[in-house]
């Protein structure tokens, strides 16, 4: 089992910044790739960004020099830093976890409102 605890959402301008974390606990060694997603009311849950045990990341188009992915090993923890935040970038934001062994899993956290406006 993953335990997945996010914070830092809330209400923040437009051109504004957010930070997002996401704290993972359980039985973590087997976690291959963390990520965020995010789902707005009556939209598709998107990636957002993702990044990999080996380094790698990947970013949604709407989102790319924008936010930044980030990862701290030592505290089982990734990042979103948000950055010129726009209205469209309003919605919940839930951080994946996903495990390979014994078998592929997804593990979601609550999931954190970021609203974007003035």
Do not use: H
């Not at 790739?33 to 990341?57: C, N």
């Not at 994946?96 to 062994?101: C, I, S």
């Amino acid at each position: 089992q993953v335990q997945l605890v996010e914070s830092g959402g809330g209400l923040v301008q437009p051109g504004g910044s957010l930070r997002l974390s996401c704290a993972a606990s359980g039985s973590i060694f087997n976690i291959n790739s963390m990520g965020w997603y995010r789902q707005a009311p009556g939209k598709q849950r998107e990636l957002v960004a993702r990044i990999f045990s080996g380094g790698s990341t990947n970013y949604a188009d709407s989102v790319k020099g924008r936010f930044t992915i980030s990862r701290d090993n030592a505290k089982n923890t990734v990042y979103l830093q948000m950055n010129s935040l726009k209205p469209e970038d309003t919605a919940v934001y839930y951080c994946n976890a996903q495990v390979v062994f014994p078998s592929i899993t997804n593990y979601w956290g609550q999931g954190t409102q970021v609203t974007v406006s003035s």
